[in-house]
């Protein structure tokens, strides 16, 4: 794996810890703010940008899971040439 290549997995796995903690923090936020049926007013501000929220982290999930996928299929490439290499 060149320096770049961890780099960027470092980077992806930072990213998906702050996705994780995100989660974490509005689902308490939903649970606050979002449960309560007398309060329409405010669920109707805060709805449409938790969601546009939500629909990002699918997209850097989607990202990372390719980035993760294609990784491991080339380390798993490298492994077998060099093995072929190395026999």
């Known amino acids: 794996m060149a320096v770049n290549d961890?780099?960027?997995f470092g980077a992806m796995a930072d990213?998906?810890?702050m996705i994780t903690q995100l989660?974490?923090?509005y689902a308490l936020f939903e649970t606050v703010y979002l449960k309560h049926d007398e309060d329409t007013e405010v669920?109707?501000?805060i709805k449409?940008?938790?969601v546009k929220l939500y629909a990002?982290?699918?997209r850097y999930l989607s990202k990372a899971k390719q980035y993760y996928d294609r990784s491991?299929?080339?380390m798993l490439r490298r492994t077998r040439y060099y093995g072929i290499?190395?026999?």
Do not use: W
């Open 43 to 45: 669920r109707d501000i």
């Open 15 to 17: 990213g998906i810890e």
């Open 72 to 74: 491991a299929s080339g």
């Open 23 to 25: 989660i974490t923090r």
């Open 56 to 58: 990002a982290v699918l």
């Open 6 to 8: 961890v780099q960027t």
């Open 48 to 50: 449409p940008p938790l």
């Open 85 to 87: 290499l190395l026999s």
